[in-house]
């Protein structure tokens, strides 16, 4: 039996991943700027490295950029890591996309993400909804 409801209208993609934060605490003390900033923003460096729990929040966004990928249906293939950012706020992510990654987002129609994280343990969970209003109508 289907239910019809409000609040999966609209929605055009799913993305869950899980990290551990002990893992990618490893991969961060590992490389240098210059390597991370293929994997992450110059803003997310700076946030997560002036966040008090820093190897939670290189979590954070390391998960949400897999679960990015997942919801634009296409994984990472096609687009750079540093192409998906996330602003972590409490338990909300805010989501912007450059380059390629925008432009599938633009081209599958999404123009809203509501993310989500939450921590147990050394894990990281992230989850994605990527919105659009066409598929509302």
């Not at 934060?21 to 997560?48: G, Q, S």
């Amino acid at each position: 039996m289907y239910v019809e409801s409000e609040l999966t209208d609209g929605v055009v993609g799913l993305g869950i991943d899980i990290a551990s934060i002990h893992r990618i605490a490893k991969f961060i003390d590992r490389y240098d700027r210059e390597t991370l900033l293929m994997l992450f923003t110059p803003t997310e460096i700076e946030r997560c490295q002036s966040n008090c729990d820093r190897d939670r929040s290189y979590a954070i966004c390391f998960a949400t950029k897999e679960a990015v990928g997942k919801a634009l249906g296409t994984g990472l293939v096609g687009i750079d890591w540093n192409e998906i950012e996330a602003n972590i706020t409490h338990n909300k992510i805010a989501i912007a996309l450059y380059g390629k990654a925008r432009m599938q987002a633009i081209e599958r129609g999404i123009q809203t993400w509501i993310a989500q994280w939450l921590c147990w343990d050394d894990h990281i969970l992230v989850h994605v909804l990527a919105y659009s209003e066409a598929s509302r109508e």
